[in-house]
């Protein structure tokens, strides 16, 4: 993988997955191919945006209700919510109780239902009071989180069965380099777990690494059996998911 071949990807990455300013690339089919490789590094990123704010909370004073606020909001803003686009839609797919061929159909629905609604209200109460809980001091262990997260969604894009041949994530896997993203992503992973472990500690962080996954195991389980595979909106709702998961663990473990 060339010098042009790695810029171009690492541009595709963070245009396609974040709202981060990039420079302007022809989306070359080499270049989607390896772009996955670098969808962990929008994650460290926000988890360095998210430790530097929790930074500074701390020296400034702010409340925990105001840090919990504006700490839920950032990932979101940084993404342009396109993780909690897909998890959306697949609380109306799920909530429907229909068979996967009409779920698929329901994600595709870019009207939202009211399953969406009530899963966004409740899941941003819960990581407002997961972060309410942490404080300012989990960073920048939990930085680690938003790394680990996109290393295990990226993994699923190239190895879990599809759900259909069209969409976002059934393009990406075509065009990957199959090989070549789960070795970095595995790699990106094992990073990510290290750091969780040796700066929150063995026994949270490791319980925090423990989630993620079990989240894996219990997402693609469920894509399989309700979807038949995978899409672009269940990796999203997975994303979105582990995320929680780890920061309520976290929480928990102290």
Same mark, same amino acid.
């Given at each position: 993988m060339g010098a042009k071949v790695v810029y171009e990807s690492l541009v595709i990455a963070f245009a396609m997955y974040s709202r981060i300013p990039v420079p302007q690339v022809k989306w070359t089919d080499r270049g989607m191919g390896y772009a996955l490789c670098f969808f962990p590094l929008v994650g460290v990123v926000i988890g360095g945006v998210m430790a530097g704010f929790s930074w500074l909370a701390h020296k400034t004073g702010m409340g925990s209700l105001a840090y919990a606020c504006i700490g839920t909001a950032i990932p979101v803003l940084l993404t342009g919510g396109i993780h909690m686009d897909g998890f959306l839609d697949v609380e109306d797919a799920r909530g429907s109780c229909q068979t996967a061929e009409r779920k698929l159909e329901i994600m595709k629905d870019p009207h939202t239902g009211a399953f969406a609604i009530i899963g966004?209200?409740?899941?941003?109460?819960?990581? /407002?009071?997961?972060?309410?809980?942490?404080?300012?001091?989990?960073?920048?262990?939990?930085? $680690?989180?938003?790394?680990?997260?996109?290393?295990?969604? #990226?993994?699923?894009?190239?190895s879990f069965p599809k759900a259909k041949k069209d969409g976002l994530a059934s393009t990406f896997a075509r065009q990957a380099q199959k090989r070549a993203v789960q070795a970095a992503m595995?790699?990106?992973?094992?990073?990510?777990?290290?750091?969780?472990? !040796?700066? #929150? #500690?063995?026994?949270? #962080?490791?319980? @925090?690494?423990?989630?993620? /996954?079990?989240?894996? @195991?219990?997402?693609? !389980?469920?894509?399989?059996?309700?979807?038949?595979?995978?899409?672009?909106?269940?990796?999203?709702?997975? &994303?979105?998911?582990?995320?929680? $998961?780890?920061? $309520?663990? &976290?929480?928990?473990? $102290?």
């Open positions: 966004g209200f409740v899941y941003l109460l819960l990581y /407002l009071a997961a972060l309410s809980e942490l404080g300012a001091e989990a960073f920048p262990a939990a930085a $680690g989180v938003y790394v680990l997260e996109r290393a295990l969604s #990226g993994w699923s894009v190239v595995v790699a990106w992973g094992i990073g990510a777990a290290v750091f969780l472990v !040796r700066t #929150g #500690g063995k026994t949270a #962080g490791g319980l @925090a690494v423990a989630a993620a /996954l079990l989240a894996m @195991a219990w997402y693609y !389980r469920m894509a399989v059996r309700e979807f038949g595979g995978m899409t672009g909106d269940l990796a999203g709702y997975f &994303l979105q998911v582990c995320e929680l $998961g780890m920061l $309520g663990v &976290l929480a928990a473990a $102290g």
